[in-house]
């Protein structure tokens, strides 16, 4: 917080170390203590540009644990410090973990456009000077919230109700936030990965089943 005024590149390079060794420990009890896996499938040539550049990555959000799978991938290629996200205000309330989303520069929107047109735009501003070799990828849920069967109706009701495809495993996506993010990080941003995570097995991907040492493998497609 002292650093933060007079060098902000500083401050982002110190936050990177501060916040890997804390999210580590997130990683750690899902690897070490649970036997946790993710095994990520992706073309030879695409996975080159990995840790090479600032990136967006949209994902499906089915699961209570997609995120600690992607951060099990952001961990082996070193990218675990700089992982921000999209999410919703109350997130930045959570102890200890909302304050760390917030001290690296995660972008907390209201779901209200006239306030989160400017929360981006301030954001993302910010983002475009992160320094080039602390590269940082910003995670965003297309669906705007989980995956749940009485949602997934109301979703293709709203599909039926405006002509669009009803998505079998998808909620319909929220575009506009992120239209205009791509819009605003033109020239700084080089790429937006997709990625679609799928559990297998018995055992329900829960937070709680990582905690009781249950071994849970995730399956993500990256392109």
Not at 38 to 57: G, N, Q, W
Not at 91 to 96: A, H, K, M, Q, W
Request: aromatic residues 14%; positive net charge; proline residues 4%.
């Amino acid at each position: 917080m002292v650093i933060w005024p007079f060098n902000k590149s500083l401050y982002r390079k110190v936050n990177w170390c501060l916040v890997r060794s804390y999210w580590s420990q997130f990683t750690f009890v899902a690897e070490w203590w649970s036997g946790c896996d993710c095994i990520l499938y992706m073309h030879p040539d695409e996975r080159e540009h990995i840790a090479t550049e600032h990136i967006v990555v949209t994902m499906n959000h089915t699961y209570e644990i997609d995120w600690l799978m992607a951060w099990i991938i952001a961990e082996r290629y070193d990218l675990i410090g700089g992982t921000k996200i999209y999410g919703k205000e109350s997130l930045r309330f959570v102890p200890t973990m909302g304050w760390s989303w917030i001290f690296v520069e995660s972008i907390f929107l209201k779901r209200d456009w006239n306030k989160d047109k400017k929360r981006i735009h301030d954001g993302v501003k910010e983002l475009v000077a992160f320094p080039d070799g602390y590269w940082f990828t910003l995670l965003l849920f297309p669906e705007g919230t989980r995956y749940t069967p009485e949602k997934h109706e109301a979703s293709c009701e709203v599909a039926r109700q405006k002509g669009y495809p009803e998505l079998k495993h998808h909620l319909l996506p929220r575009t506009k936030g992120f239209a205009y993010s791509m819009q605003e990080m033109k020239g700084k941003v080089n790429a937006v990965y997709d990625c679609t995570i799928e559990f297998k097995g018995d055992v329900e991907p829960s937070l709680m089943n990582v905690l009781r040492g249950k071994k849970i493998i995730g399956h993500m497609r990256i392109r």
